[in-house]
């Protein structure tokens, strides 16, 4: 029997980079002139991070400075859900972002069906919020991963266990 191949395709990023993300810009924070004396915080919890600021000008500032440092960490600007901006005690505003991780249920279930449909010799599996794709060539599942690079969609894509 000729061996199978695989690779999964999953949607996550690195904790530690954008912990580090969040550490660069809050040290731009407190040194720049604009931003220094409007005791901005960015809190990180567990699946969102709190902003904590100001004004509502600040606020797209310490975002805009959030997106530089998240980029140049080498991280998706897909992994960050804005939500609504709020008007938090002494009329600063605080603003929560989701942090996006995993592939949503009728996303995986529309990559499955592309896949079926564009790549007649390989079988993609959801594997909760991951998708496994495996054929007997490689070069079947090396064109998977170029025609879905292509492509954009909602969440960031990654492509690991390579097999």
């Known amino acids: 029997m000729a061996a199978t191949y695989s690779f999964d395709i999953v949607s996550d990023f690195d904790a530690q980079e954008l912990r580090n993300a969040v550490d660069q810009a809050m040290r731009e924070i407190n040194t720049r002139y604009d931003l220094k004396d409007t005791r901005t915080e960015i809190a990180i919890e567990k699946d969102r991070l709190v902003i904590n600021t100001a004004s509502e000008f600040t606020l797209s500032a310490v975002r805009d400075l959030l997106e530089t440092r998240v980029v140049r960490r080498g991280l998706s600007l897909k992994i960050l859900d ?6 938090a005690s002494g009329g600063r505003v605080r603003q929560v972002v989701l942090l996006r991780r995993g592939i949503p249920e009728d996303l995986g279930r529309q990559l499955v069906k592309q896949i079926r449909a564009e790549f007649k010799k390989v ?11 495996s054929s007997k060539s490689k070069d079947d599942l090396q064109a998977v991963i170029q025609h879905l ?7 960031a894509l990654q492509f690991v266990n390579y097999r």
């Open 82 to 87: 804005y939500q609504e901006p709020e008007n």
């Open 123 to 133: 079988t993609p599996q959801i594997q909760g919020d991951a998708i496994r794709v």
């Open 149 to 155: 690079r292509g492509q954009d969609f909602p969440v």
